[in-house]
């Protein structure tokens, strides 16, 4: 007597069918979801543009800033007159800009006498590439004799807090991104007292 054994291949559907996990994405989802980064990208991409400027000037008007402070400081624990020095000669005026340069040099005096300056401890600061620093009057206008385009610009801390710059007053420093940026900072020192303020421009 033969035994006859039925095998059944028959399965149920979650058998038979893939998962939606296993199966992927399809073509057009994939393009859906491509299509939409791009979109936002798009969007996105002017505020990234604006941002590297804004960020950078912003930085740089920071470490002025905190160079100024630093100097009228240590001219008054120190009491000796401190200069700040800002030297853009590279960055003006050759082909290949370079970064301004800002550094703090400290008084010596010599029989009462002022005869040189020494450098304080630290390397000069570099300021970005393509960040301008202009002296400019109360319009906004460069002021003519700041030989910040030819040499450097400076300003002296005294112990007694007063400024003395190399162009005089009003004491305005533009600060900006490339020939010319919305992203733009006005430093203002107060050749009075010494105080240093910040004023986003837009």
Known sequence: MKTIVKTSFASTDSHLRLS????????????????VIALLTALCLPSFKTLIPSSRVNADAQKLASMMRQARTKAA???????LSINCVDHFNLSEKKACQARLDIAVFT????????????PPINLYERVSVKAVD?????????RLNDDLVWFVFTPSSRVFTSFGPPVNLA??????????ILLTLNAASGRVTLTKRT
């Open 20 to 35: 939606r996990r296993d199966r992927g994405f399809s073509l057009f989802e994939l393009l859906t979801v491509i299509a």
């Open 111 to 122: 029989e009462g006498v002022l005869s040189s300056w020494n450098r304080l401890p630290g």
């Open 175 to 184: 600060i900006f991104y490339g020939e010319k940026s919305d992203a733009s």
């Open 77 to 83: 624990n120190a009491q000796k007159p401190v200069r």
């Open 138 to 146: 109360g319009s906004d206008n460069p002021i003519v004799g700041s």
